[in-house]
């Protein structure tokens, strides 16, 4: 099914592309982040030759300043004290930016927006009252990519899509924008040959979004018996289930704290497959290229949140995943192509 345009608010036209200040809105998780790089890119394109900041937050300052579809960034949008919240306002005021598309779509953001009145700029959001209006009763159940080029069709920008075939993001600039430097090759690592990457992690405050290590472990024992080197991979606080992986099967790469987002694309580019949980580096190696396969629990639905990448994309489903086996995961890695050797340039 196609979706259709609904009308925008009486009066509103699609915004200039000749607009020459334009602000993104993205703040939120990494997936999240991730996922609307691909509006980034429609956007980008849209407005040939303004000035585009996003406003986001210091986890991904330096990412972002480093993609080529945003001219400035700032870091500091998530402030939570009203008078915090105030300066933010004043400084999008005196910013005077042309068109602001709001992809985080909070109550946050739509503060800022009502900050500004009663002269805001054109902003494209949920905002009451904004000049474009993403107010299709669907979003809360679409794909977030999906959702977004959605709000960005609604907005005037770019055509509608059927549910799965919006824009993906894409990270094929990461190695040409770092110059492609040692640090970002398997062999920095110590990695040799073929290799997959796992990534165990989720949420602290999330733990049924966990497949246990022990069973990361099993698979691990499976990828290397093919002669595949299993790499993990994640944040500091993945340290104990890299461990305990490795302790099943010690021919495992553990890369865990290691890694930067930069880092994460680049191996991803290269790996044979990436498998892991619901977690935002998924999303980075979905966009990267990786074929990947992902791991939901009952507790989040992969309709709505499941990574997509050109690599192709794969979602395991249990009602918990401690009842999930290894089999059928070592057979889905084969399915997306992942025990194909993936080249290195």
Same mark, same amino acid.
């Given at each position: 099914m196609i979706l259709r345009r609904k009308p925008m608010t009486e009066g509103a036209d699609p915004p200039s592309p000749q607009a020459r200040k334009v602000l993104v809105i993205k703040l939120g998780a990494l997936g999240d982040f991730v996922q609307s790089l691909a509006a980034a890119k429609v956007i980008r394109e849209y407005h040939v030759g303004a000035r585009i900041t996003l406003l986001t937050t210091p986890p991904f300052e330096a990412f972002a300043k480093a993609c080529p579809d945003f001219d400035v960034v700032e870091s500091d949008g998530r402030e939570r004290d009203p008078q915090a919240v105030a300066q933010m306002v004043q400084r999008l005021r005196a910013a005077k930016y042309d068109m602001v598309y709001d992809l985080q779509t909070s109550g946050r953001t739509g503060n800022?927006?009502?900050g500004l009145r009663p002269w805001p700029p054109l902003w494209s959001g949920i905002a009451p009252g904004c000049s474009h209006p993403h107010s299709n009763p669907d979003r809360e159940t679409?794909?977030? =990519? %999906?959702?977004l080029a959605d709000q960005l069709f609604w907005a005037g920008i770019?055509?509608?899509? !059927?549910?799965?075939e919006a824009p993906l993001p894409d990270l094929s600039w990461v190695r040409m924008a770092q110059r492609d430097p040692p640090r970002l090759q398997p062999a920095y690592f110590g990695i040799k040959g073929p290799f997959g990457l796992m990534i165990p992690g989720a949420s602290a405050h999330r733990p049924e979004k966990r497949w246990p290590a022990e069973?990361?472990? !099993? =698979? !691990?024992r499976r990828i290397a018996d093919r002669g595949v080197t299993p790499v993990v991979i994640g944040a500091k606080d993945e340290t104990e289930a890299a461990a305990a992986i490795a302790k099943v099967e010690p021919r495992v790469r553990n890369i865990v704290s290691r890694t930067d987002f930069f880092q994460l694309a680049a191996l991803a580019e290269r790996a044979a497959f990436a498998v892991g949980n619901d977690t935002g580096p998924m999303h980075i190696a979905a966009a990267a290229g !990786?074929?990947? $396969?992902v791991l939901f629990s009952s507790d989040? %639905?992969?309709a709505r949140v499941c990574p997509r990448g050109r690599g192709g994309v794969m979602a395991m489903t249990a009602g918990s995943l401690a009842d999930?086996?290894?089999k059928p995961v070592e057979q889905a890695i084969g399915? $997306?192509?992942g025990f194909a050797q993936r080249g290195a340039a």
């Open positions: 800022y927006f009502q679409m794909h977030t =990519l %999906d959702r770019g055509p509608p899509y !059927a549910p799965g069973r990361y472990g !099993a =698979l !691990a !990786a074929p990947c $396969v989040s %639905d992969p999930l086996d290894v399915n $997306v192509g």
